[in-house]
């Protein structure tokens, strides 16, 4: 007769992974929620006065959970000058209260005035 515990490793396997599956799903799920309310107009209207200080805040697009701590967001916009519309993609990994992002994607055909910035999160 076989050893037991390879036994039961063989058996519960599939119902961990399978567990194990489902805290992830919980988890950023959870992730998900929190970083939508968090990335409101506000946070959004911060992120776009950092990287292009002329531009005019249209809406705060879709956020996409990439772990508990880090999320991307997209900003639409205005230019200033050029009234043409872009949006910037926008990678906030959130620290403690603050949050720390960086560009992901710019359509603007002028460079953002700084590639990363960071917004205190105790304030908004």
């Given at each position: 007769?076989?050893?037991?515990?390879?036994?039961?490793?063989?058996?519960?396997?599939p119902?961990?992974?399978?567990l194990?599956?489902?805290?992830?799903?919980?988890?950023?799920?959870?992730?998900?929620?929190?970083?939508?309310?968090?990335?409101d107009?506000?946070?959004?209207?911060?992120?776009?006065?950092?990287?292009?200080?002329?531009?005019?805040?249209?809406?705060?697009?879709?956020?996409?959970?990439?772990?508990?701590?880090?999320?991307?967001?997209?900003?639409?916009?205005?230019?200033?000058?050029?009234?043409?519309?872009?949006?910037?993609?926008?990678?906030?990994?959130?620290?403690?209260?603050?949050?720390?992002?960086?560009?992901?994607?710019?359509?603007?055909?002028?460079?953002?005035?700084?590639?990363?910035?960071?917004?205190?999160?105790?304030?908004?």
């Open positions: 007769m076989p050893p037991l515990r390879p036994r039961l490793l063989c058996v519960a396997s119902f961990l992974g399978s194990l599956f489902v805290v992830a799903l919980a988890v950023s799920g959870c992730a998900q929620q929190r970083f939508e309310g968090l990335f107009e506000t946070l959004a209207r911060k992120a776009l006065s950092c990287l292009h200080p002329n531009g005019e805040f249209q809406s705060a697009g879709e956020v996409h959970a990439e772990s508990s701590e880090a999320f991307t967001g997209t900003i639409f916009w205005k230019g200033g000058v050029t009234e043409n519309r872009y949006y910037t993609r926008v990678r906030f990994a959130i620290v403690g209260n603050t949050a720390e992002l960086s560009v992901v994607e710019d359509t603007s055909i002028l460079p953002a005035l700084n590639d990363a910035c960071k917004i205190d999160l105790a304030g908004s």
